[in-house]
């Protein structure tokens, strides 16, 4: 069985610029949450897609979207970056268990810098 | 509003008793997580507890729920140097995990 992997671990951006981020859920999993994690806090939710559609989101702006893809891995686009940006994207994927908890599975991590 | 706190730092010795503290604000939230990150690594789901339950334990983890309180403990029994990490506790929302700052536990000899 294998985890949460995203790509890349690393990148470094511009201000202005756009970036793509990665992940493919753990086999059977078929809900994909995107984090962000600033330095010295814990994450916060941005969006969650569920069958390809979005299906929830935090206080992000429009420059971040997503996509879901029929093997339900997904992408996480954010446009026009800005030095706040600057952070580690976390993907998550989850099964609905039927008892109710989100249990989710964390991959390592794409750490994005914005100079 | 939804608010998860805990206390930043924790220093304790090897073989001791850890005890991490929560706070949370939703008295609606089913379920309450603790999760483990370690450098450059994702989050890693310790436990998690069902808010009907006072107490869970797993292994070396306990994890102590006072609901009146809104007040969440993980105890980390016999606590040795691999356990160094930051503890994140977590109440669910909407499709969500609403996420404290994160609790730094450091073990010294």
């Known amino acids: 069985e294998t985890g949460v992997t995203q790509s890349p671990t690393h990148l470094i951006k511009t201000r202005g610029q756009q970036v793509t981020l990665r992940c493919s859920s753990q086999s059977g999993h078929n809900t994909v949450s995107w984090y962000q994690q600033a330095l010295g806090q814990g994450p916060q939710f941005i969006f969650q897609y569920y069958r390809e559609e979005e299906n929830g989101r935090g206080n992000f702006p429009p420059r971040f979207s997503g996509l879901q893809f029929p093997n339900y891995s997904s992408e996480l686009n954010v446009n026009a970056l800005e030095l706040d940006d600057s952070a580690l994207y976390l993907c998550?994927?989850?099964?609905?268990?039927?008892?109710?908890?989100?249990?989710?599975?964390f991959g390592a991590g794409s750490r994005l810098t914005v100079l | 509003g939804e608010d998860v706190e805990q206390s930043l730092f924790l220093s304790v010795r090897e073989g001791d008793s850890s005890v991490i503290n929560c706070t949370y604000t939703?008295?609606?939230?089913?379920?309450l997580y603790w999760y483990k990150q370690e450098p450059g690594a994702g989050l890693q789901l310790l436990t998690y507890i069902f808010s009907n339950m006072d107490m869970k334990q797993d292994q070396r983890l306990t994890v102590l729920l006072n609901k009146k309180d809104k007040h969440l403990s993980l105890r980390i029994a016999d606590t040795q140097t691999g356990d160094s990490a930051i503890y994140f506790c977590?109440?669910?929302?909407?499709?969500?995990?609403?996420f404290g700052a994160g609790t730094r536990l450091a073990v010294h000899p």
């Open positions: 939703d008295s609606s939230s089913t379920y």
């Open positions: 998550a994927s989850s099964l609905d268990t039927g008892d109710g908890a989100n249990v989710l599975t």
């Open positions: 977590a109440e669910s929302g909407y499709n969500k995990l609403i």
